[in-house]
């Protein structure tokens, strides 16, 4: 049995809760760490994971932190060949959208998020928040694109770890008080995505 150090409303703790429920792994321990519970800048915390943010994944000796890279982890040791696939163009494409979600999609939305949901201040400058509308406009944009030529999910026909990653972030864009673009391709993964069970209980059933 694995442990996940992470709140179950933290957008990358639910992205791994998500993957578990698919693949059908959910006799895991989870704790309760990060903001409003347990913090992860206490000793015993930050043995695990110097960053000080969850979730972090302890399988037996083995320490994971970063989401996605449990994400692959999860999937390769526990999952069917479909959710993580070997094949090296089918990978690359899942690789490709897990290090776009970290690297781009997430910057607009973040902001969006803790401005206007967690209502930190240091996220309520409304220009501030009027550029990362348009961050978060243009990766969903991207995405909406992706989805009207890709099929069912991003990879294709099955479903991946890079719709476990960016699903998040999707429900995300539909949750938050903002003004969304039309992006027809992109509303219908998300009425796709929100037909699965375990999307349901972890993205949808959690909040914003
Ligand atoms: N790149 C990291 C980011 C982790 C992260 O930013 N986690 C947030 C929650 S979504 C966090 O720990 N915030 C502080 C807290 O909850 O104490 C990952 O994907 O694991």
Redesign the pocket.
């Known amino acids: 049995m694995f442990t996940i150090y ?2 179950a409303n ?4 639910r992205k791994v809760l998500w993957l578990c429920e698919e693949i059908g792994q959910t006799e895991y321990e989870r704790l309760d ?5 347990k ?2 800048s206490s000793p015993e915390y930050m043995a695990l994971n110097p ?5 972090t994944l302890v399988d037996g000796d083995t320490v994971i ?4 890279t ?1 994400l692959r982890y999860l999937a390769a040791k526990y999952g069917p060949e479909e959710i993580y696939p070997t094949e090296l163009v089918v990978r690359a494409c899942v690789e490709q959208w897990l290090d776009w979600q ?1 690297t781009t999609a997430i910057a607009g939305i973040r902001h969006l998020f803790q401005g206007l949901h967690v209502k930190d201040e240091a996220f309520t400058d409304p220009k501030a928040l009027e550029g990362a509308h348009k961050q978060a406009t243009n990766s969903m944009g991207i995405l909406d694109a992706h989805m009207a030529q890709s099929g069912t999910y991003i990879a294709g026909e099955n479903l991946t770890i890079a719709d476990c990653c960016l699903g998040m972030y999707v429900h995300r864009w539909y949750a938050l008080p903002i003004e969304r673009a039309e992006y027809p391709a992109l509303a219908a993964y998300y009425h796709r995505l929100s037909e699965r069970e375990a999307f349901q209980k972890w993205i949808l059933e959690q909040g914003v």
């Open positions: 992470g709140r933290s957008s990358n703790v760490y990060g903001r409003g519970y913090p992860c960053n000080m943010v969850v979730p932190w970063e989401s996605n449990q970290l």
